[in-house]
């Protein structure tokens, strides 16, 4: 009983570990400006889609074929590394906008060549600021 008492005074004392690390997890920033940061962005619907969870055996002919079901299908590509295989992730473009909605509704959480795939609207790759340009310099 006496050695439980010890342990509990022990551990209720801050030591100086313990007090750093209090003080070191405090940002600057309240955590609302933080969560707002790192939120999901909604991305504006376009007419290409990015598909991930694609098997490694899945071409971009596959895609092709399987997406066109659901409209016009411009291209497709899938994304390989230096030896040739599939990293995952794809891109298809449909010819509109709803064309590329009916694609997510009805193969988003599908399965192909045996796995899930996801499927959601492309996101744009954002222009190099001046301000990113500087850090790349020095």
């Known amino acids: 009983m006496?050695?439980?008492?010890?342990?509990?005074?022990?551990?209720?004392?801050?030591s100086s570990r313990s007090l750093w690390r209090l003080l070191s997890s405090r940002s600057a920033y309240p955590p609302s400006a933080i969560a707002a940061a790192f939120a999901p962005q909604a991305v504006e619907p376009k007419s290409s889609l990015f598909v991930s969870g694609l098997n490694k055996r899945t071409t971009s002919?596959?895609?092709?074929?399987?997406?066109?079901?659901?409209?016009?299908?411009?291209?497709t590509?899938?994304?390989?590394?230096?030896?040739?295989?599939?990293?995952?992730y794809g891109f298809v473009q449909y010819?509109?906008?709803?064309?590329?909605?009916?694609?997510?509704?009805?193969?988003?959480?599908?399965?192909?060549?045996?796995?899930?795939?996801?499927?959601?609207?492309a996101k744009s790759i954002p222009e190099p600021t001046q301000q990113s340009h500087r850090y790349l310099r020095q």
Do not use: H
Not at 61 to 75: A, N, P, T, Y
Not at 77 to 88: A, F, L, P, T
């Open 2 to 14: 006496a050695l439980r008492a010890a342990a509990v005074a022990v551990a209720a004392q801050p």
């Open 61 to 75: 002919e596959c895609l092709l074929q399987e997406f066109s079901k659901f409209g016009k299908v411009v291209r």
């Open 77 to 88: 590509r899938v994304m390989i590394d230096r030896e040739g295989c599939s990293k995952g």
């Open 95 to 121: 010819a509109t906008i709803e064309e590329a909605a009916k694609g997510i509704k009805s193969m988003n959480g599908k399965f192909l060549d045996g796995w899930i795939i996801f499927v959601e609207y």
